[in-house]
């Protein structure tokens, strides 16, 4: 007697572990350890990936690790989830490996600009200015800066210029300092600061004379701010 039984195929393991090796602004680099097959030979996997928040999924394929998820928003969590296909006729699926990540701060979007601040009386050598609200939206804002034009004697100047290139400082056109120790404003109240303290980064104006106070955000220490917010105001 003869008896031929057909056992069931066996499902290969989930791609487990897998982590985020890298990332940046828009991109999560994502790995994960090859499974047991099973049955049959694992022909490629796919990676789901959507904002935490969201609900709409996209995907992926890739036949090895690792793989690059791109075209991400800045300083957003992620949510993926890795499964492997075999390349038998009913392409088994593994149980996925899921994991969660957050792309790094970006380039903040560029502010509004600075006011005068209009219940503080303007002396001869400071300015009062109400800073723009604050726009976390590409990650925190970690620091702010003001750039300090002075602008010569006939010197045009308007908002389309732009820092650096714009100035020419070997023929005296103007003058620039700049204000690093600006408090990053916490509330409606503390988006006021004064430029021309007298402080040893944030030294007296000069009477009589026009600047360009320039705003720039930055969201690390890093080489990542916001174009220039600029108001021409005389002292």
Not at 113 to 132: C, D, W
Not at 166 to 184: A, C, F, H, L, W
């Amino acid at each position: 007697t003869k008896l031929n039984i057909l056992t069931k195929d066996e499902k290969p393991t989930a791609p487990s572990p897998c982590s985020v090796i890298s990332s940046s602004e828009s991109t999560l680099q994502v790995q994960w350890k090859v499974p047991s097959p099973g049955d049959y030979k694992i022909v490629s996997y796919k990676v789901d990936h959507k904002p935490t928040a969201e609900t709409q999924n996209q995907f992926k394929f890739a036949n090895s690790s690792p793989i690059y998820i791109e075209r991400l928003a800045p300083y957003t969590s992620y949510t993926m989830k890795v499964t492997a296909f075999t390349n038998n006729t009913m392409m088994m699926e593994s149980p996925p490996c899921q994991l969660r990540a957050t792309t790094s701060a970006g380039v903040p979007p560029p502010p509004n600009k600075p006011a005068i601040h209009p219940n503080v009386t303007k002396s001869a050598t400071s300015v009062s200015l109400i800073l723009p609200a604050l726009n976390a939206i590409n990650g925190p804002i970690m620091h702010i800066e003001i750039v300090v034009v002075e602008l010569k004697a006939g010197v045009h100047w308007s908002e389309n210029n732009s820092l650096p290139n714009d100035v020419d400082t070997d023929n005296r056109v103007v003058d620039i300092y700049k204000v690093t120790d600006v408090p990053v404003p916490v509330d409606e109240e503390s988006r006021e600061f004064t430029i021309g303290q007298g402080e040893a980064r944030n030294s007296q104006l000069k009477p009589n004379t026009t600047y360009a106070f320039y705003v720039r955000w930055m969201t690390s220490e890093k080489v990542c701010m916001s174009t220039l917010a600029i108001l021409n105001k005389p002292t």
